[in-house]
Structures are given as structure tokens and as C-alpha cells.
């Protein structure tokens, strides 16, 4: 090098150093991804061959990830618009804490217990915070408060739905947990979560194991593409797509994603066997005292309590 091209100082300029790059399991195929391809990879990934093999077909560009500060990168679907992706939102010892804390059906738990249910496919539910009446087409107060448990979590997606939306001080009202079991034959059917009273963003917390979820656009919704929700220039909108959810990310659902697609998990993709997901919304209810209302008490463990023996006092069954 020139001495005209040295530095002033006469020392070299150190090389610029690179961010680590993590890997993350694809869930259909099992193959380690970087995490900023797990988006366009898995969409185009469509199982195995016979050979064992997975057949990748050339899929659309990534957006560029958005960066969330203190928590990771948010990477953007190539096609589902106003779906998120953040791998790795939780580490495996924030995991273990939230899933100790949860309990298991008939074993020591937190309150409210774990209950059967029906709604939008058989598996095993919990709530917290505001409650919605679907039929009545209204909120009500919490039965059970928000749990502090959750607040770390709950702050850190605040960041990111500031991050991917703009829009500052999300804070939720409920939560819901949902443990699904693959040889109990758990599913969760096609629904859209209700769009007055659910608010504009959903995030979703995958704990335990990874998941694949269907997306399908409604049937008989002939809107031009431009007019489709969060699109400001026109864009075909795929009918439908199969979306991996890795253990540890969350998921965040807003805009043609919240609001033009069903989504649905099939009993055949628990990818893992079993799964946990927590489902964080800021409802259209904000209790007297605001949204920190809801998360002025603990849920605290009843030693040797069973499901069977507070099903009495739980609250009803959330919703997917």
C-alpha cells in the first residue's frame, strides 16, 4: 500500500469485524439455516424426496431484516406480508423457566390450570388478562391478571412490534398458552382471531418444540391485491403458505397477515411432538388503570394441586 493510501497514523485500518451468524433447524427439512434464510428457505422447502432429500425451488428475495435493538433481527416473509419472524427470541434457560413455571396437566402448575379444550381444535389451554366474550362481542375484566412471569418476554416484544410497525407503546392485555401433543392428536383448525376486539398485532411465543403453520387467504375475497390490508402498492397475495415456526422465535402477525389469512396447525406438522405457544394480544378492552392494570398480581403455583381439583375456579378456555 501507498504511503498516500495509509492512514495518518502509519497503522493499518484493523479489519472490519463480521456478526456472528446463527443457525437455526429448518422444520421440514431438519437442515441447520442461517437464521436471516429461514424465511425464503423454508417457504421453499417442500418436504422429502424419496430419495431423502429435500427439493428447494427458487423462491422470491428476502427483505433486508429489521433490526430490533436488545433483542435480535425481525426477518420479514418473502410473500405473507405483515408476517415476522425473530428466531431465537428466548434462550434455552428463559425456556426451561417459562415451562417449569407452566406446569404440566395434572402436575404442579401455575393458575389457572391447564384445561381441555375444543375451540379451534383439541389441546390443552390456559389464559391470562382481559377476557373475551366472542358471542356478546365484548371484553371484560381479567380473572386471572397478566403474570409476571411473562413481563420480561412481554417487554422485549413491545421493542419489536415498534421495530416491524412504527408504532410505540404495544403493550398486551391477555395472553393465552396452548399445549399441543401429537399423539393425543392435537391440531390447531383454521381461524382468524377476532379482528375488533384482538387488536391489530398478534405475537406468538414458540416453546418446546417447532411447528409448521398453514396460512390460507379467505375464500370469496375478490379485492384487488392494492387493496388487501398493509399493501401500499399492488402485489399478488398468495392463496396460501406453510410458514415454519422454530422452538425459541416469535412469531408476529399484522397487516394481510392479521387480517386476510386463516392460519392453522395440522396434527402432522408438531414437528417435534409436542408443543407450547403463548399468544400475547393488546385487546380492544383497556381496563380502568390502563394496560398495566392487568399486570398488577402474580400467578403463583398451588403445591400439589391438581387440574382436576381447581377446574372449578379456572377461568374459561382461550382462544387459538
Known amino acids: 500500500m501507498s504511503a498516500s493510501k495509509r492512514p495518518a ?4 485500518r484493523p479489519a472490519k469485524k463480521r456478526p456472528a451468524v446463527s443457525l437455526v433447524p429448518c422444520p421440514v427439512c431438519r437442515r441447520q439455516i442461517p437464521s436471516f434464510r429461514l424465511q425464503v428457505h423454508a417457504s421453499a422447502c417442500e418436504d422429502f424426496r424419496a430419495d431423502g432429500e429435500p427439493r428447494l425451488a427458487a423462491g422470491p428475495r428476502a427483505p433486508a431484516p429489521i ?7 425481525a426477518q420479514a416473509h418473502p410473500t405473507l406480508v405483515g408476517q415476522y419472524l425473530i428466531p431465537n427470541f428466548v434462550s434455552p434457560a428463559e425456556e426451561a423457566a417459562i415451562l417449569s413455571w407452566l406446569g404440566r396437566p395434572g402436575e404442579r402448575e401455575c393458575a389457572p390450570a391447564w384445561r381441555l379444550r375444543e ?3 383439541r389441546a390443552y389451554g390456559k389464559a391470562w388478562g382481559v377476557r373475551t366474550d366472542l358471542r356478546a362481542r365484548t371484553q371484560m375484566v381479567p380473572a386471572h391478571p397478566m403474570p409476571s412471569q411473562l413481563r420480561a418476554v412481554a417487554s422485549r ?4 412490534v415498534r421495530a416491524v410497525t412504527g408504532t410505540a407503546g404495544w403493550r398486551p392485555t391477555e395472553a393465552n398458552a396452548i399445549l399441543y401433543r401429537r399423539q393425543e392428536g392435537h391440531s390447531l383448525t383454521a381461524h382468524v382471531d377476532d379482528r375488533a376486539l384482538s387488536g391489530d398485532v398478534l405475537c406468538n411465543l414458540c416453546l418446546a418444540g417447532s411447528a409448521v403453520m398453514t396460512y390460507t387467504r379467505e375464500q370469496g375475497d375478490a379485492r384487488p391485491p392494492q387493496q388487501a390490508v398493509g399493501l401500499s ?5 398468495p392463496r396460501s403458505e406453510r410458514v415454519p415456526l422454530p422452538r425459541y422465535a416469535l412469531q408476529i402477525q399484522t397487516k394481510a397477515c392479521r387480517f386476510e389469512y386463516a392460519h392453522a396447525i395440522d396434527n402432522a ?9 403463548i399468544t ?3 385487546g380492544a378492552f383497556v381496563p ?3 394496560a398495566a392494570a392487568v399486570w398488577e398480581a402474580d400467578c403463583v403455583a398451588e403445591p400439589g394441586a391438581t387440574s382436576a381439583a381447581r377446574a372449578g375456579r379456572a377461568s374459561a378456555g382461550p382462544k387459538a
Not at 497514523?9 to 493499518?12: D, M, V, Y
Not at 433490526?67 to 433481527?73: C, M, S, T, W
Not at 402498492?233 to 397475495?237: D, E, N, S, Y
Open 67 to 73: 433490526e430490533v435493538p436488545g433483542v435480535g433481527e
Open 269 to 277: 406438522d408438531l414437528v417435534d411432538g409436542e408443543r407450547v405457544s
Open 233 to 237: 402498492r399492488p402485489r399478488a397475495l
Open 9 to 12: 497514523s502509519g497503522l493499518a
Open 280 to 282: 400475547f394480544r393488546q
Open 119 to 121: 375451540f379451534n381444535g
Open 157 to 160: 416484544m413491545g421493542e419489536a
Open 288 to 290: 380502568h388503570g390502563g
